[in-house]
């Protein structure tokens, strides 16, 4: 069955930890683009609530809600895409011809509702390149890296993967958790070459922190995207907390701090980090 796909997509993607939320929540409030709110991934069958979305485009509306929960902001929204991918989640082939049907559907409900010109989402994890090629044509991929050793760490901090089984993290040696992590963050990496397919652009998130608006005046210019006054003013006014990529350094013993970089020392030179 051909499908209309969504065309001239943007997709954030990356390891996950290493930016793509912020990169997200600045870039999808642009005014041309239209995203799935955190009400639609709590309510994917009710996408007349994205009408709510417009409200963001009010800088001043859009400044005072920033920080608070119970606003439409853009989402991840992997509760949106499981209920319309039912196997979302283990990244697993090519979707049924009749969830990207409903999916398309959903969509274009969400342009007319949001008044945007192009789409934008988050995903992050696996590359799911089957899935992106399933229901866009030939998107853009913004994929965003962060040093390895710092995004290895933060999974280590939030314990990833182990939140339900606080015991079992508890029984690990912390180098058995950082080979994990490590393992897990070069597996996310081979995977983008896949998504380098499409129209790919490798962002880090070092360059974000660095200078906000040179970032993303650069990178609206490669999006073709007019940066308007208002947008400037909302990436001016946006508060970016610029911590050190070395403070995981204080979490590891010298022993520890070597094994780390051992792990990653092949994948943190492709990257640029040696």
């Known amino acids: 069955m051909n499908h209309n796909k969504i065309k001239n997509a ?18 999808s409030l642009h005014k041309e683009f239209y995203w799935i709110s955190g009400y639609l991934n709590k309510y994917p069958n009710l996408p007349i609530i994205s009408i709510f979305n417009n409200f963001q485009r009010i800088n001043q509306f859009e400044e005072f809600n920033r920080e608070k929960k119970k606003f439409p902001r853009p989402a991840e929204a992997y509760g949106f895409w499981k209920h319309y991918f039912k196997e979302f989640n283990q990244n697993l082939g090519k979707p049924r011809e009749s969830e990207i049907e409903n999916s398309l559907k959903v969509i274009n409900k969400i342009k007319k ?23 866009f044509e030939n998107p853009t991929i913004l994929w965003i890296d962060r040093k390895p050793e ?6 280590y901090k939030q314990r990833w993967n182990y ?18 992590y490590s393992n897990k963050f070069k597996t996310i ?22 200078d906000p608006l040179i970032f993303f005046s650069s990178l609206c210019k490669n999006l073709n995207l007019e940066m308007y006054n208002s947008y400037y003013d909302k ?21 520890e701090l070597k094994f780390i970089e051992s792990e990653l020392c092949n994948v943190s030179r492709i990257l640029g980090y040696k």
Do not use: C
Not at 10 to 27: D, Q
Not at 115 to 131: D, M, P, Q, S, V
């Open 10 to 27: 943007v997709i954030i993607n990356g390891p996950g930890r290493s930016g793509t939320t912020l990169l997200s929540n600045i870039l």
């Open 113 to 135: 509702y949001s008044n945007g010109n192009r789409f934008i989402t988050k995903i992050t994890g696996g590359a799911r390149y089957e899935f992106i090629d399933s229901i």
């Open 150 to 155: 710092s995004v290895v760490m933060s999974y």
């Open 163 to 180: 939140k339900s089984k606080l015991e079992e993290f508890d029984k690990k040696q912390k180098t058995e958790l950082i080979k994990e």
């Open 189 to 210: 990496n081979k995977e983008k070459k896949s998504l380098q397919k499409f129209n790919f652009h490798q962002l880090f998130y070092e360059d974000l922190v660095l």
């Open 235 to 255: 990436i001016k006014n946006w508060e970016i907390y610029q911590g050190s990529n070395d403070s995981y350094k204080k979490q590891l013993s010298k022993e």
